[in-house]
């Protein structure tokens, strides 16, 4: 096995890291009030670092038109948001009203809740209800494990080509790297072989907060 050049991930150098990467003030606050309000539940939003990051591919790929399939309190959502231009788009895919409202209100408040376009249902329903030729410039996977499979097979034929599908959690927490990994692990296990095997895309796993995967739309 090769050495990996990956430092260890200590408390400073991930505080090194966050400082290296500044979030808006709106960014921070989401993150305060979704910690102060949902305690432990707040594991489910996005990495903080990785706000930066989206909002740099949405710029990077001159995306316009978004979908977002996991939004919680709308993280990712408002760091995508921020970095569209006044005319873009981005479809917000959620079940849960509670989470999502306080979303709404940071949206609002950054000025960026006209470019969002919250949808309320089970994501599958509302990826089937889209237009079905390629369309979206970049696409947010981020909801339950095991439904990753299918929403990829409803968002690559709809991606355009060229456009951007990125994954979180393709890691899960090391579990996916367990062969005999069972339940949301050996579901990730099995995403990423169908990503690495899917001839549509070509796509790169990188060592980001969960694991994030990147997927370029071929053609």
């Given at each position: 096995?090769?050495?990996?050049?990956?430092?260890?991930?200590?408390?400073?150098?991930?505080?090194?890291l966050?400082?290296?990467?500044?979030?808006?003030?709106?960014?921070?606050?989401?993150?305060?009030?979704?910690?102060?309000?949902?305690?432990?539940?707040?594991?489910?939003?996005?990495?903080?670092?990785?706000?930066?990051?989206?909002?740099?591919?949405?710029?990077?790929?001159?995306?316009?038109?978004?979908?977002?399939?996991?939004?919680?309190?709308?993280?990712?959502?408002?760091?995508?948001?921020?970095?569209?231009?006044?005319?873009?788009?981005?479809?917000?895919?959620?079940?849960?009203?509670?989470?999502?409202?306080?979303?709404?209100?940071?949206?609002?408040?950054?000025?960026?809740?006209?470019?969002?376009?919250?949808?309320?249902?089970?994501?599958?329903?509302?990826?089937?209800?889209?237009?079905?030729?390629?369309?979206?410039?970049?696409?947010?996977?981020?909801?339950?494990?095991?439904?990753?499979?299918?929403?990829?097979?409803e968002?690559?034929?709809?991606?355009?080509?060229?456009?951007?599908?990125?994954?979180?959690?393709?890691?899960?927490?090391?579990?996916?790297?367990?062969?005999?990994?069972?339940?949301?692990?050996?579901?990730?296990?099995?995403?990423?072989?169908?990503?690495?095997?899917?001839?549509?895309?070509?796509?790169?796993?990188?060592?980001?907060?969960?694991?994030?995967t990147?997927?370029?739309?071929?053609?």
């Amino acid at each position: 096995m090769t050495d990996s050049k990956n430092p260890p991930l200590t408390p400073e150098l991930y505080d090194y890291l966050l400082a290296n990467n500044p979030l808006s003030a709106a960014q921070r606050d989401l993150i305060a009030v979704t910690e102060e309000r949902f305690g432990s539940v707040a594991g489910l939003q996005t990495a903080p670092e990785q706000g930066p990051l989206l909002a740099f591919l949405v710029r990077l790929t001159g995306a316009r038109r978004i979908v977002e399939v996991g939004t919680f309190t709308g993280y990712s959502t408002l760091s995508m948001a921020q970095a569209l231009p006044d005319d873009g788009t981005l479809i917000a895919c959620d079940v849960n009203e509670e989470w999502t409202a306080l979303g709404q209100q940071a949206w609002q408040a950054a000025g960026v809740g006209d470019r969002i376009d919250l949808r309320i249902a089970p994501a599958l329903e509302t990826l089937r209800s889209l237009p079905a030729d390629p369309w979206i410039d970049l696409s947010f996977l981020d909801a339950d494990k095991a439904g990753y499979p299918s929403y990829w097979q409803e968002l690559v034929p709809r991606t355009r080509p060229g456009g951007l599908l990125v994954v979180d959690n393709t890691y899960f927490h090391g579990g996916a790297a367990d062969p005999a990994a069972t339940g949301s692990a050996a579901a990730i296990r099995a995403f990423n072989e169908l990503v690495l095997a899917d001839d549509r895309v070509e796509s790169v796993q990188l060592n980001v907060a969960d694991g994030l995967t990147l997927a370029r739309r071929s053609g």
